[in-house]
């Protein structure tokens, strides 16, 4: 009975294994850099919804709150910057002083705490005397 001799080129060489372990690093490099932008985007998407929250209550604060000239006191949550401003007084349908208006544009401008990651939000409320 003759015995099979094994031969020197049964198994993976080198060359195999590296080209192997290249390609695995690459795929892990753009799986690692896609969950990174995923991470990242949604940290953005909070701080805009945050944003348009706050400029939504402030709306309200400054839509509920009595006529006046100077800006508006609205709540400051940690770290955001808002503010409420009178902008624009009418008498109809020409522009005139705050004293003799009785229609107001109030712009509230809302500034998150990271303003690279989110540009700061406006929002128009238009305020009638009584």
Do not use: H
Request: hydrophobic residues 40%.
């Amino acid at each position: 009975m003759m015995k099979l001799r094994q031969s020197a080129d049964d198994g993976e060489s080198l060359l195999e294994i590296l080209i192997a372990l290249a390609i695995m690093g690459i795929c892990f490099s753009a799986i690692l850099a896609a969950v990174g932008t995923a991470v990242r985007t949604s940290g953005i998407n909070e701080q805009q919804a945050d944003g348009s929250k706050y400029a939504r209550q402030a709306a309200e604060i400054v839509k509920s709150a009595p006529w006046q000239c100077t800006p508006y006191t609205v709540p400051q949550p940690a770290g955001w910057t808002i503010t409420a401003e009178p902008d624009t007084f009418w008498k109809g349908p020409t522009e005139t002083t705050c004293a003799a208006g009785n229609v107001q544009r109030v712009v509230v401008t809302v500034t998150p705490p990271d303003s690279r990651a989110s540009a700061p939000r406006t929002l128009d409320v238009f305020k009638r005397q009584s």
